[in-house]
């Protein structure tokens, strides 16, 4: 069996999504939710401070980006997990453009070796049919 994983992602939520071969339904084999991915920047920087109140002229986006990259370092350990317990063979990424990038800087290269393809587009929000409808029929 040639089992092809579908991540859809963007940083603050993420659904993999299992198909054995083309043209099959998607069948979701799971689901991840940052919500710090969601937080306005200045509240991060509250809690990392520990005060409780975020200031006005604290925007910046660090502490956005670390969210990001840490829920794309758990997904990227949760894919390099599936592919050395031989649950997928292929690999397919939809993601928002901002963090697609940075998820596939955290995929180690066996993994990354089993990518096909990518879509930057943010399909968090879609249900299943509407996913499958974004993706190329080979999938």
């Keep these: 069996m040639t089992a092809t994983w579908i ?32 937080a306005k920047a200045r509240d991060l920087l509250a809690e990392q401070q520990g005060n409780g109140s975020g200031s006005g002229d604290l925007e910046c986006d660090a502490p956005r980006r670390n969210e990001a990259l840490s829920f794309a370092r758990e997904l990227a350990e949760h894919l390099r997990m599936g592919r050395t317990q031989g649950q997928f063979e292929r690999l397919y990424i939809a993601a928002a453009p901002a963090f697609l990038g940075l998820l596939r800087s955290k995929l180690d290269t066996p993994t990354s070796q089993l990518l096909v393809d990518t879509l930057d587009k943010d ?8 996913i499958r409808k ?5 999938l």
């Design 7 to 38: 991540l859809v992602a963007d940083s603050s939520r993420a659904r993999i999504f299992s198909a054995n071969k083309a043209h099959q339904p998607l069948h979701e084999i799971g689901r991840f939710e940052h919500p710090e991915g969601r």
């Design 134 to 138: 974004h993706l190329p029929e080979r």
């Design 123 to 130: 399909l968090t929000q879609l249900d299943v049919d509407a």
